[in-house]
């Protein structure tokens, strides 16, 4: 009997990803289609994702690295501005996540459409973001280091890929307790102002000291900075990326059982 309700399980979440799947045609249009509608009548468009990025890290890098009394300003501006561009997607990606299905509360009651294509849909809207902004970042970044391009040419992609994934199955995870749970509305807001604040993100992890352990227990850093190596250093942490790819991996899995769990007790509670 439980050999069989494994078995039901696991079919269950491989039906659901295959019809994810087939349907990504659809909730990747309506991503792009919304990506559109956010500049709508501007003169720079999408071009607007680069320049508030490139905006930030300008700023922040004059004075933290005055505060900071940096010596090599070059090689900060580009530790800073990867790692501010990474974590404002991640950022971004969980902060939108704990009302994402009430905000598609009229759907969820009226269609029978998979939960699980809203959450792939907005997955599709923050990639989007990121791409269109990260790569105009890195353009600008390759005038202080002109090897970040090859870099993320040559050891960028498995960071990467892991970005992308776990960009998913959090804020996947995130968006199911926020319909359960309300409290989370208010408390995703303060938790990733503390991550932020005790992540190796605008200073170097030996800043930390003798809190240096905090960035270790840190799963925004983890994702981070491979990312923001590859591209620095041109190489991957050894075997990190690839414990990192089976955990997202695992991650996704876990969080689209809990999304067909969930699902019949969706419309009850947005």
Same mark, same amino acid.
């Not at 799947?21 to 559109?36: I, K, Y």
């Not at 996540?97 to 905000?103: G, M, V, Y």
């Given at each position: %009997? ?14 659901? +990803? ?41 700023? +922040?890098? #004059? ?64 990639? !989007? ?6 790569? %105009? ?16 040419? %040559?050891?960028?992609?498995?960071? +990467? ?24 509305? !208010?408390?995703?807001? #303060? ?9 190796? #993100? ?67 509670? #947005?």
């Amino acid at each position: %009997m439980a050999s069989f309700a494994t078995n039901h399980q696991k079919t269950s979440v491989l039906s659901t +990803l295959r019809e994810a799947w087939a349907l990504r045609r659809v909730w990747w249009f309506t991503a792009t289609a919304r990506t559109r509608a956010r500049f709508a009548r501007t003169l720079f468009g999408s071009f607007w994702l680069g320049f508030s990025n490139l905006f930030s890290i300008a700023v +922040l890098a #004059i004075v933290y690295g005055t505060v900071f009394k940096v010596q090599d300003f070059k090689s900060y501006v580009v530790y800073l501005g990867l790692g501010l561009t990474i974590w404002n997607s991640i950022a971004a990606a969980i902060g939108n996540a704990p009302n994402l299905f009430e905000h598609n509360a009229r759907h969820v009651h009226n269609t029978n459409v998979n939960p699980i294509f809203y959450t792939l849909e907005e997955w599709a809207f923050q990639v !989007q973001t990121f791409l269109q902004s990260f790569l %105009m970042v890195l353009i600008a970044l390759s005038l202080f280091q002109a090897t970040l391009i090859p870099h993320f040419l %040559m050891a960028g992609w498995l960071p +990467l890929l892991n970005l992308l994934l776990f960009l998913y199955w959090l804020p996947a995870l995130v968006c199911l307790l926020g319909a359960r749970y309300r409290d989370i509305y !208010q408390l995703v807001p #303060i938790v990733l102002q503390l991550v932020f604040l005790l992540s190796p #993100i605008l200073y170097q992890k030996k800043n930390l000291g003798t809190f240096a352990w905090t960035a270790d227990l840190n799963p925004i850093y983890h994702i981070l900075s491979p990312f923001r190596h590859s591209i620095i250093a041109g190489s991957l942490l050894g075997g990190h990326d690839f414990v990192l790819l089976v955990v997202n991996l695992a991650g996704i899995w876990w969080v689209t059982w809990l999304i067909n769990r969930e699902r019949r007790w969706l419309p009850f509670l #947005i």
